[in-house]
Every structure is written in structure tokens, then in C-alpha cells.
T-cell receptor, first 114, second 114 residues
């Protein structure tokens, strides 16, 4: 069984500050890992994905995430927050063995203060 | 390139009624997955369709059923609606043969059960 834990349901940062959203996963097989962003009243938009290539993954809008197998983590970072980054962020894991269903964390709401 | 589309955008039903939600996948995709996102939570996997067959199912009762058509579009049906079925229903499409099986999400259908 797979699971995802996102530490911190709410994170608040100042504009221009570092963004760090935490994600830890559990998987019995090597995972595929994803970060999605959800703006109010919208669906999910893919930010980035890890698929066993480079452990440091770069995504859209300046976000990146690092896969650390020893820590079972896939934290999302952005060097400098922008007001437009305010949204809900979801980490997800899928089973590389072929089941393909995504298991999501409970989400982290990012607030960006001016 | 059209993305994933869903209809209707919003729907209000009463307890005990039945509802049908529709999804058209991204061009070139052959697999459709459905997720339920309750307020303040991460999406939960309902089921996945490929080649008009249910390929995988999450932990949802038989009241939830689906269908995939030859053009890859899909329907989600929910019978005997309960108050707890109120949620955002998300459709995601992907290409089964794709090496990463990235799922692309539609904007969702907001179902309210009164």
C-alpha cells in the first residue's frame, strides 16, 4: 500500500522568501512522485514529477523538488515566493508496477504575504 | 490542443437521486481516471477505465459506477446519493503506454447533495 504525508496543512511565507513544502511517502515499490497545484475552484495542474531519472526535478513556475530515497521524501521548494504562488499544493505517489492510480496527500495551503 | 474537459461544472441533487458526470480526455489519451475530492482533503481515487473496461478501483461502494466509450470519453454514475457524496469530482486522462503515465486533470464537477 502506498501513502503520502504532507507536513503542515498551512504554510505562510513573505513575498520573496523561500518556499518549502514537505512530502514524505511510503511505497513498497520504487515510486513515481508528483506535485500538483490547485487554485481556488479549479482542477489540478502538474508542477513536476519524479520518474527515476535525475533526483533533482525542475518544474514549472520556478519550483523544484528533490527525491531522497533514504529519507523517503520529495519536498517542494522555490527560492523566492510570488503572490501568484498562493494555492493548495498536493504531493502524490503512484505505483510504478502498473497500477497507476495516484495516492494523494491531504494538501498544503500556501499563503504569500506581501 | 484541448485539455481534459468535464461537464457539468456544477450540479445540485437531493438525497436518493442519481447523477451522471461526463469527461472528455486530452487529445491522444486513452485512459480515464476519476477522483473524489471532499472539501479540505486531497483527491481520492475512484476507478480507472482503459479500453472500455474498469482497470482498477479504489475503496468506493458499488453505487459508484462508470463507463468508457469507444472515443475514450467517460461517464461517472452515482446512485442513491448521500449527503457525503458532496464533493468535487475530478477526471484525469493519461496514456497507458506512456512511460510515466502522467495524469492530466480537468477542472472538475462540483456536486452538492441536499
Amino acid at each position: 500500500a502506498q501513502s503520502v504525508t504532507q507536513l503542515g496543512s498551512h504554510v505562510s511565507v513573505s513575498e520573496g522568501a523561500l518556499v518549502l513544502l514537505r512530502c514524505n511517502y511510503s511505497s513498497s515499490v520504487p515510486p513515481y512522485l508528483f506535485w500538483y497545484v490547485q487554485y481556488p475552484n479549479q482542477g489540478l495542474q502538474l508542477l513536476l514529477k519524479y520518474t527515476s531519472a535525475a533526483t533533482l526535478v525542475k518544474g514549472i513556475n520556478g519550483f523544484e523538488a528533490e527525491f531522497k530515497k533514504s529519507e523517503t521524501s520529495f519536498h517542494l521548494t522555490k527560492p523566492s515566493a510570488h503572490m501568484s504562488d498562493a494555492a493548495e499544493y498536493f504531493c502524490a505517489v503512484s505505483d510504478r508496477a502498473g497500477r497507476r492510480a495516484l495516492t494523494f496527500g491531504s494538501g498544503t495551503r500556501l499563503q504569500v504575504q506581501p | 490542443d484541448a485539455g481534459v474537459t468535464q461537464s457539468p461544472t456544477h450540479l445540485i441533487k437531493t438525497r436518493g437521486q442519481q447523477v451522471t458526470l461526463r469527461c472528455s480526455p486530452k487529445s491522444g489519451h486513452d485512459t480515464v481516471s476519476w477522483y473524489q475530492q471532499a472539501l479540505g482533503q486531497g483527491p481520492q481515487f475512484i476507478f480507472q477505465y482503459y479500453e472500455e473496461e474498469e482497470r482498477q478501483r479504489g475503496n468506493f461502494p458499488d453505487r459508484f459506477s462508470g463507463h468508457q466509450f469507444p472515443n475514450y470519453s467517460s461517464e461517472l454514475n452515482v446512485n442513491a446519493l448521500l449527503l457525503g457524496d458532496s464533493a468535487l469530482y475530478l477526471c484525469a486522462s493519461s496514456l497507458l503506454a506512456g512511460s510515466t503515465d502522467t495524469q492530466y486533470f480537468g477542472p472538475g464537477t462540483r456536486l452538492t447533495v441536499l
